[in-house]
């Protein structure tokens, strides 16, 4: 059945009650006591619903026999302790113990499945697979169809040996004898997609027709819905429970406690505990009747117990030769690695104890199956509490303080940082705060950056412990690859060169020069001044920084101006090279104006008096060329005019 159609069904449902709609509800008559079935919703999720006091409380019940932790099939039945549904797999059947289901079988794909799966009080299985009605003996392993009835089942249920079904029409009686006599009875229960009978008393059950996200109370004596709503929030599509089968809730006597009286003397009390008390139940000791089960101010001896309910009655005998103040075994596990997380004590203990005993801890009640979490180290101090509230017994743990647990440190050379290295300490996980010192640097990060080769020592201090650590930078230079460089002079004619050569594989290599990145074999071409060349690793980190000056020799500073005055005064007497300038294979020629040669000097400090063959030439204009190797072995030719003056 579609969930929207659900729905709206059940507002035409509550609008036909004359009841309010207040979201999801389940309409039923309260009762102090509480009453329990189980449902499972659309998602195929099991829970176990009880209803107490108009207030519904629901448990997820974990099956262990499905693909899926709490998936199961969307027809269930429970017959004694015995939990049934079908999944694709086939037929599976479950033990329930205390609430849970567990010991898992699958009975086989045998069995045909269907919308609808009850039980009755033989344990013959009924299911309903849309019109058709079939019953399932387990004893014989054998499937028999009943018949066809004009409506198709969405669940069954016994009550009083009659079976009933709900559907989308109503609730029907269906006519074992004849299915297609079957019969709708309370239409106004229609679109139930599940019926459900829980224990009221000894001598009665209540039913409850599931209607999407709801449930109505139905009066299947009278055929009529009765009750107020209850809100139970959960989707079911099918219930299930003891009664099923039609049957009564049997009387069963669980345990019975006995704990000594607070302050303690010599008399206690005796608490009689049926798990499914149901509100008809009384509770007898030795003539004393009530409705709890419990009797206090008992001296030791022997007691007759009763209970009794509207239809049956149970007794026992129990001998108490004296009321003791009984202490329950209770483990204790510690997490007290303050490292990995705060301190954890858990006490555990069987879940019968639970109601019997409490802890107090820092002045508060806690169960006695609980979890202290945030822990500091230190002793730890919980007292035991019997049901009476005396003091029992008295447990001291022990946390521990933690030790920093090292992991070993990080070295790595620096990026961008020439041959600086960096350390990054490492500890196991913790959540105490460490603090870290290497020199005169602290911090809580345990990294340290732009160190230089050496050795150093790391001092980890926390609130609980200190330790430290040898750390070596290595020398990062003497593992770096040689790179060497020819520079070469700039000249008024020529620009100087620089060119980097690596001894080893250059490839990735790159050089960085005024912001500008160039392959490491490229040839720079400067003029004269200072440069910064950046060396780059393939990885893109920095490897070395080379300064490179670059000298230039100006030509107009190789020779003197264009003029000079021979007249015997000593000053600029001679037209020669100034002081200083050196030349290889230095070649000086003086012409006239006419290209008459009348000067020659392959001496650089050798120059021209202004005579010729001995005598003085006329004052004027002359032309000179002048040959030479420079510093960098190339040949260099000059020339220009000069002017004598006497």
């Not at 499905?66 to 049934?84: C, L, M, P, V, W």
């Not at 101010?297 to 239809?311: D, E, H, M, N, Y």
């Amino acid at each position: 059945m579609h969930q929207l159609c659900k729905l709206v069904s059940f507002r035409r449902l509550l609008q036909l009650f004359k009841y309010p709609a207040i979201g999801v509800s389940v309409f039923i008559n309260s009762h102090v006591f509480a009453q329990s079935f189980y449902a499972v919703d659309r998602r195929g999720v099991i829970s176990r619903l009880t209803i107490k006091d108009s207030t519904v409380t629901r448990q997820i019940v974990a099956n262990p026999c499905g693909q899926d932790e709490f998936r199961t099939g969307y027809s269930i039945a429970i017959y004694k302790n015995y939990f049934y549904y079908f999944d694709f797999t086939g037929l599976i059947r479950a033990t329930i113990v205390k609430g849970e289901l567990t010991n898992c079988e699958n009975l086989g794909k045998g069995y045909s499945g269907g919308n609808a799966l009850t039980v009755d009080k033989n344990g013959i299985l009924y299911v309903a697979n849309g019109y058709n009605l079939y019953k399932i003996d387990l004893a014989a392993k054998s499937q028999v169809k009943i018949g066809t009835m004009p409506y198709s089942g969405e669940d069954l249920l016994f009550y009083k040996n009659e079976l009933y079904m709900a559907s989308f029409g109503g609730i029907v009686k269906v006519n074992l004898a004849d299915p297609s006599q079957s019969r709708i009875v309370i239409p106004e229960a229609r679109d139930a997609s599940g019926l459900v009978s829980a224990a009221y008393s000894g001598s009665k059950n209540k039913i409850y027709a599931l209607v999407g996200v709801s449930a109505v109370e139905i009066d299947l004596d009278n055929y009529k819905v009765v009750g107020q709503p209850i809100d139970i929030d959960v989707d079911v599509v099918d219930g299930a429970s003891a009664v099923e089968d039609g049957e009564f809730l049997k009387i069963q006597i669980d345990s019975i406690r006995q704990y000594a009286d607070c302050p303690y003397t010599g008399k206690g009390t005796i608490e009689v505990i049926c798990e499914n008390k149901l509100p008809d139940y009384t509770f007898g000791l030795n003539g004393i009747t009530n409705n709890t089960g419990i009797f206090t101010g008992l001296s030791p001896g022997t007691f007759q117990i009763k209970v009794r309910s509207s239809a049956e009655e149970k007794d026992t005998v129990i001998t108490v030769p004296r009321f003791m103040r009984l202490k329950p075994p209770i483990n204790i596990t510690t997490s007290d690695d303050l490292c990995v997380a705060p301190g954890q004590i858990t006490l555990t203990t069987d879940a019968a104890n639970d109601t019997l005993y409490s802890i107090k801890y820092n002045n508060a009640i806690y169960s006695v199956n609980h979890s202290y979490a945030n822990l500091k180290a230190g002793n730890h101090q919980f007292i035991v509490l019997n049901k009476a509230g005396c003091e029992i017994d008295t447990i001291n743990v022990l946390l521990h303080k933690c030790a920093i647990q090292l992991d070993g440190a990080d070295i790595q050379q620096e990026c961008n940082l020439i041959f600086k290295g960096s350390v990054q300490i490492k500890t196991k996980a913790h959540t105490a705060v460490y603090t870290y010192k290497l020199g005169d640097t602290t911090n809580q990060t345990g990294i340290f950056n732009g160190l230089d080769k050496g050795n150093y020592k790391v001092t980890i201090t926390s609130a609980d412990d200190t330790t430290q650590m040898d750390v070596i930078i290595p020398d990062y230079a003497a593992s770096s690859p040689v790179i060497s460089y020819n520079a070469t002079k700039a000249n008024c004619e020529t620009t100087g060169s620089v060119k980097f050569n690596l001894m080893g594989d250059a490839t990735g290599y790159t050089i960085k020069l005024d912001g500008q990145v160039y392959p490491f074999l490229h040839e720079f071409k400067l003029y004269g001044g200072t440069y910064s060349f950046t060396v780059i690793k393939p990885d893109g980190c920095l490897l070395n920084l080379y300064t490179v000056t670059i000298t230039s020799e100006a030509c107009d500073d190789r020779f003197l101006p264009n003029t000079f005055t021979p007249n015997g005064d000593g000053i600029n007497d001679i037209f020669e090279p100034r002081a200083g300038v050196t030349a290889d294979n230095f070649k000086f020629r003086i012409y006239t104006r006419y290209g008459g040669l009348i000067f020659t000097s392959d001496n650089s400090h050798v120059g021209w008096n202004g005579t010729s063959n001995g005598k003085p030439v006329p004052m004027g204009v002359y032309y000179w060329t002048a040959t030479y190797v420079n510093d960098e072995w190339r040949l260099i030719t000059e020339g220009g005019y000069v002017a004598l003056i006497r």
